[in-house]
C-alpha cells in the first residue's frame, strides 16, 4: 500500500532501478482485497493509468496479464459463491480486463483463436457469477453485474464481434436480468443499457433483430408468479426504460420506440392494471 500511494503521489512514475514486474505480481495478489483503499482507491488506478492512459505494457505483456485474470484464481475466483468476499477478486479483476479489452479494440493485439477464448471466458463469468450485490457497507464496491456489463460494452466493440458474437451477448444480458436472485439497485441497469445502446448506435446488427431481443424481455409475464418472476420483470423493466431515455433523444426508429414502449408496458403491472 506505501508504494502505490507513492507511485500515485509521484504520476504514476516509476523510480530508478524499478519495473513494472517488481508491482504487478502484488497488485494481482492483492486485487480483491477486503480494503477498499487497497483495491479501489490504489490498484485499480495503477492498473488505469499504466495500462490505458500511459501505455506501459507491451502487447507481449498485455497477453501474459490477461491469461492470469482469466484463470481460477481471479476472474473465476470462487466462481458461483455468494455473500462472501471472493467476489472482489472477481469483479476488480474483470474492471482489469476491461482495460485490456480496450486496449486490444484501439489497437488490436490478440490473434483470433486467443480473442475468441477471451469472449467466451467473459461470457461465462457474466453467466456463472452469483453473487450480484452492489455497494456494501463491509468492503465497499462488489457491482458484478456493473463491472461485466463494463467488460461487455468494450467486448462488442471489437473489430472480432460479429454478429454472432453481439446475439450472444445479449443472450447474456437476458439471463443476468432474469438471474432469480437479485433486483438491480445500484445503477447496473444503466451499466448494462449501455451495452445495448452501443449495438444499436453503431448498429453492429440489423435494428429488427434487437428489436426481436427487447419484445423477448416480456417472456418473464407469462411465467408463474414468483420472486423469480418479479426479479426477471423489474430488472428487464428498468433497463428498458433506461435505454429508451437515451435512444429517444437520437433514433429515428419508430420500430425501436415502439418496440421499447409495447414491451415496457407489458412488464409494468402498474400499467397493466389500468387497463
Known amino acids: 500500500m506505501l508504494d502505490l500511494q507513492r507511485i500515485e503521489k509521484e504520476q504514476y512514475q516509476l523510480r530508478e532501478g524499478e519495473q513494472l514486474q517488481d508491482f504487478i505480481p502484488l497488485m494481482l495478489k492483492y486485487i480483491g482485497d477486503p480494503d477498499p483503499e487497497l483495491r479501489d482507491n490504489l490498484i485499480y488506478p495503477t492498473f488505469y493509468t499504466w495500462i490505458h492512459e500511459k501505455n506501459k505494457l507491451s502487447e507481449a505483456e498485455l497477453r501474459s496479464l490477461l491469461a492470469v485474470l482469466l484463470n481460477e484464481e481471479h476472474l473465476f475466483y470462487a466462481i ?33 483463436t486467443e480473442f475468441q477464448h477471451l469472449k467466451d471466458e467473459i461470457l461465462r463469468y457474466y453467466k ?5 450485490r452492489g455497494y456494501l457497507e463491509d468492503g465497499g464496491w462488489a457491482h458484478s453485474a456493473a463491472h461485466g456489463a463494463d ?13 454472432a458474437v453481439q446475439v450472444e451477448v445479449l443472450a447474456a444480458i437476458q439471463s443476468m436480468l432474469y438471474n432469480g436472485i437479485h433486483i438491480f439497485n445500484e445503477e447496473e441497469d444503466e451499466r448494462i443499457a449501455t451495452i445495448v445502446d452501443v449495438i444499436i448506435e453503431k448498429e453492429f446488427i440489423p435494428l429488427q433483430d434487437v428489436v426481436h431481443w427487447i419484445n423477448g424481455l416480456a417472456q418473464c409475464v407469462d411465467l408463474p408468479r414468483s420472486r423469480q418472476q418479479v426479479i426477471a420483470r423489474v430488472n428487464s423493466k428498468n433497463v428498458l426504460r433506461c435505454l429508451y431515455f437515451r435512444r429517444d433523444q437520437v ?13 415496457e408496458q407489458k412488464l409494468n403491472k402498474f400499467a397493466e392494471s389500468k387497463k
Not at 151 to 163: G, H, I, K, P
Open 80 to 112: 458461483g459463491s455468494q455473500n462472501d468476499q471472493s467476489v472482489f477478486t472477481r469483479t476488480f479483476t474483470a474492471l482489469a480486463i476491461v482495460l485490456i479489452v480496450r486496449r486490444h479494440r484501439q489497437q488490436p493485439f490478440l490473434d483470433l
Open 151 to 163: 467488460m461487455l460494452v468494450e467486448l462488442v466493440q471489437c473489430s472480432e464481434s460479429d454478429a
Open 251 to 263: 433514433s429515428r426508429s419508430e420500430v425501436l420506440l415502439t418496440a421499447m414502449i409495447s414491451t
Open 128 to 132: 456463472e457469477e452469483k453473487d450480484l
